[in-house]
């Protein structure tokens, strides 16, 4: 490495050295990542754990820890950039949830499917983004955004619980395979 110094003029080793100070310190922030990473999946693993114990759904209590944890004050906040939430995070939960789906299932309530995760989707997010809008005073593109956010609902509570209380087969097979397509439904909603 001081070779490559010595063979490279003044001013681009100075932004060579600078480069390589702010590397080190980058350094710091990926330990912290990591650290908070495991510690997520150490408390996943344990809520989950003692939630079947308990008869709760995992879903369920992971929520009501993650809330909890939250309103701690010593607990730092931070925020995820959502372009790293739908090209990372979301696409292995999509893939783990479309496996445990029979396709032949799947495709024999399709169009059951297809009515529940796309129109009820969108029409839940307009009757949403209409009442907010008038409810609160805000502008419709904003009850609107509010309403796509809201209007998919979680099929994975959905489906442990109907499993649970024992529901017929081809109603928790509608229930997972709604819950594949109706995120994908309200992402790119047309307002």
Known sequence: MFTMYSMIPWNTTHRLEIMVETSVIVTQPTQLITLVVVGVVLVIG???????????AAPLALTVVGVGVGAIPAVPHFSIHPDLVLTVILPPL???AARQVPFVDFRRNLRVIGFLAIALVIVSAAVVG???ALIWGIPLALGFALGAVVAPP????ATSLG?????PPRVV???EG???VNDATAFPTPW
């Open 173 to 175: 097979t509608i229930l």
């Open 130 to 132: 209409v009442v907010v």
């Open 154 to 157: 979680d099929a994975v509570a």
């Open 94 to 96: 999509l893939c783990a």
């Open 46 to 56: 344990v809520v989950s754990f003692f939630a079947s114990r308990i008869g709760v």
């Open 178 to 180: 709604e819950g594949l």
């Open 163 to 167: 499993k649970r209380l024992g529901l």
